[in-house]
């Protein structure tokens, strides 16, 4: 029998540590809301998941079924298991009080993912600094040929999910989306399962 | 009259300092190399540039003329005053030993774009761990509709270059690009400028 899964509110985010081996699943309840994804080395968390070097492994901007996402030491940590949406990439940072000035004209800015992630890393001794791009999971971004870049509405729909397995011990930083483009205008819940 | 450009030989790296106000040309004397571009605070060697926060403000995987470099604090680093060629991006991280194992096969792997930026860089008190995904200057990556990367010729000709105007005091790493899929299978020199 498998466990209620863990709820992460609509603009907030979670830490926890996976061991290797483990899987994590991550889950879109309503639809069309996606998560930020953090993975840091639990030995030493100056190794971070890096969308550079996953790439350039991967030779594509979308990952998933049977892609690994690689650390800034070039080490595998997640491998995608399974994959209901296709949708996911490295290319938007977290949103941020910034993104919310720069880009919303917001007067008084949420923390955004980024302040949820660093919130929920600081007990882990992880700087905001080395906060990186972020794997957006069930983000919808597209690319025009000439490279101009756009946020679409998430291709997910309610209870689809996608599964990630450990490949060394993480510390795992995961959001539910705080910015209302990504999310087609609405802040709704995220759900994860450790098995 | 304008002083003779620096050159950076083939397969190597150097660090230097740019002053607030000051511009920094490259040029690619004999067209088809790339070269790596790594920008740090000089007040602070954690705010680093951050292609991730770059695509956020620029909604673009192409920068050039009018753009702006931004670093991981959503502050600009380097605008873009001229381009030559109009082909660069923040996708593929610096080549390394690594790049060369698992994408080469290289059994003696040259330590690549990563290893020279690292040991220009050591001396400003940067460790290897916080280079980021560099500014990839006339590196030629395609993304096909499905997201498929691939590495292209540069589009630049003997003689082009692009020219950068520092923001705030800044320590630049800069590179003769290490890898012969990225530089159309020769190793070239970059010659760069300081006014």
């Known amino acids: 029998m498998t466990a ?4 992460i509110a609509p603009r907030t985010g979670v830490a926890f540590t996976l061991d290797a081996g483990q899987s994590l699943t991550v889950i879109d309840p309503c639809g069309q809301q996606v998560a930020d994804l953090l993975a840091y080395a639990r030995d030493d968390v100056r190794e971070i998941i890096s969308g550079g ?17 690689w650390s800034n ?34 007067k008084d800015p949420h923390r955004g993912c980024f302040g949820n992630l660093a919130a929920a890393l600081e007990p882990y001794g992880i700087a905001p600094d080395t906060i990186p791009t972020a794997f957006n999971v069930f983000m919808n971004v597209t690319v025009a040929g000439d490279g101009t870049l756009a946020v679409k509405p998430p291709l997910s729909k309610a209870g689809d999910s996608i599964v990630f397995r450990a490949r060394m011990p993480l510390i795992i930083g995961l959001t539910a989306c705080s910015a209302l ?10 759900h994860y399962r450790i098995d």
């Open 4 to 7: 209620r899964p863990h709820e």
């Open 53 to 69: 070097r996953t790439l350039d492994y991967q030779s594509k901007l979308f990952l998933t079924t049977g892609d690994t996402l």
């Open 73 to 106: 030491r070039s080490r595998p940590m997640l491998v995608i298991e399974a994959d209901d949406v296709g949708r996911h990439d490295f290319l938007l940072t977290p949103c941020s009080r910034e993104t919310f000035e720069i880009i919303y004209g917001d």
């Open 181 to 190: 483009q990504s999310n087609n205008g609405s802040f709704k819940p995220i």
